[in-house]
């Protein structure tokens, strides 16, 4: 079974930038769709973006214009390239497979057991 190990977490100040990457351990179809997701203190995890194997992408609101995913050439490996952090993105970030399009920001569709995550923590 595929394992996804997420990295690249830290402790930034507001304003600062992380770049997360996750790296799939295992079989895994191609090609696929894939996925980040968060869980900040206290709440349930929830969308962050998505990336189609023909290059197309989405994201939830609260990030729209301030992260950005994207995947190697060979589709394996999945970054999100975080920008202008506030606190309220202080969260554990986890990658994930999502089963279809349609369905990316649907957290109870996804293919593959949910990783460690890494974690964010920004600082105000």
């Known amino acids: 079974q595929v394992q996804l190990v997420e990295s690249g977490g830290g402790l930034v100040q507001t304003g600062g930038s992380l770049r997360l990457s996750c790296a799939a351990d295992?079989?895994?179809?191609?090609?696929?769709?894939r996925g980040w997701y968060r869980r900040a203190p206290g709440k349930q995890r929830e969308f962050v973006a998505a990336?189609?194997?023909?290059?197309?992408?989405t994201y939830a609101q609260s990030v729209r214009g301030r992260f950005t995913i994207s995947r190697d050439s060979a589709q394996n490996t999945v970054y999100l390239q975080m920008h202008s952090l506030k606190p309220e993105d202080t969260a554990a970030y986890y990658c994930?497979?999502?089963?279809?399009?349609?369905?990316?920001?649907?957290?109870?569709?996804?293919?593959?057991?949910w990783g460690q995550g890494t974690q964010v923590t920004v600082s105000s």
């Open positions: 994930n497979v999502p089963i279809s399009w349609k369905n990316a920001d649907n957290l109870s569709m996804v293919a593959a057991p």
């Open positions: 295992g079989p895994l179809w191609s090609p696929n769709h």
């Open positions: 990336i189609a194997p023909n290059g197309d992408t």
